[in-house]
């Protein structure tokens, strides 16, 4: 079954709302969460470190205040698209390392797309 | 940096076809390497890993031999299937465990 839980798989939204994604580790706790986002036709790229308890690490490039994160217990991280725009539309999909840094575990995926 | 290169598709084959998408990797460390697979409409699977030089991944007839002389992390399978119809993705894990990936290789078989 699923280990990491990725909510919702898809969703349209129009210009300026917010859109909340959840990640959830079914079956162990996640101290370290990741967010990749990943264009049309294009690989996906890292946007942020999700750190439960504290303070998201983002890439360069990535906007901090546009793209929310807030990991508040071990098991649940969120990414909020604040004012989301059209040019935010992507898949965003999450991860959750293993230990021993050899493997991670990714969610579905969540199709954004913004009208 | 640390970078993955892999060979852009998109790939189109016919049924029981021998497949081979190239992939080499900027070597810092020793990274763990990985393909990955993307079926359409849905997230990433594990398609296999090495840890280690020599170590070769094989899953679902798919194979990948990690080339520590060369930095290459070459996907094969002998005969593919429609099914096999997706997108893969090469990737190396960075210390801390995020990910760094290929470009993505769509591979298409046609029966």
């Known amino acids: 079954g699923a280990v990491v839980s990725q909510h919702p798989s898809w969703v349209i939204c129009k210009s300026g709302t917010s859109v909340k994604i959840e990640c959830r580790s079914l079956?162990?706790?996640?101290?370290?969460m990741f967010w990749y986002r990943q264009f049309p036709k294009q690989s996906l790229m890292l946007m942020a470190t999700s750190n439960e308890g504290s303070k998201a690490t983002y890439e360069q490039g990535v906007e901090k205040d546009k793209f929310l994160i807030n990991h508040a217990s071990l098991t649940l991280s969120t990414l909020t698209v604040t004012s989301a725009h059209p040019e935010d539309s992507s898949f965003y999909i999450c991860?959750?390392?293993?230990?021993?840094?050899?493997?991670?575990?990714f969610g579905q995926g969540t199709r954004l797309t913004v009208v | 940096g640390n970078s993955v290169t892999q060979m852009e598709g998109p790939v189109t084959l016919s049924e029981e076809a021998f497949l081979t998408i190239n992939c080499t990797y900027t070597?810092?460390?020793?990274?763990?390497l990985f393909w990955y697979v993307q079926y359409p409409g849905e997230g990433l699977q594990l398609l296999l890993k090495a840890t280690k030089a020599d170590d070769k991944g094989s899953n679902k007839g798919f194979e990948a031999t990690y080339r520590k002389e060369t930095t290459s992390f070459h996907l094969e399978k002998g005969s593919v299937q429609v099914s096999d119809s997706a997108v893969y993705f090469c990737a190396r894990n960075n210390y801390g465990q995020n990910f760094v990936f290929g470009p993505g290789t769509r591979l298409s078989v046609l029966p």
């Open positions: 079956d162990f706790q996640a101290t370290t």
């Open positions: 991860s959750v390392p293993s230990g021993g840094a050899t493997e991670a575990f």
């Open positions: 070597a810092t460390g020793y990274p763990s």
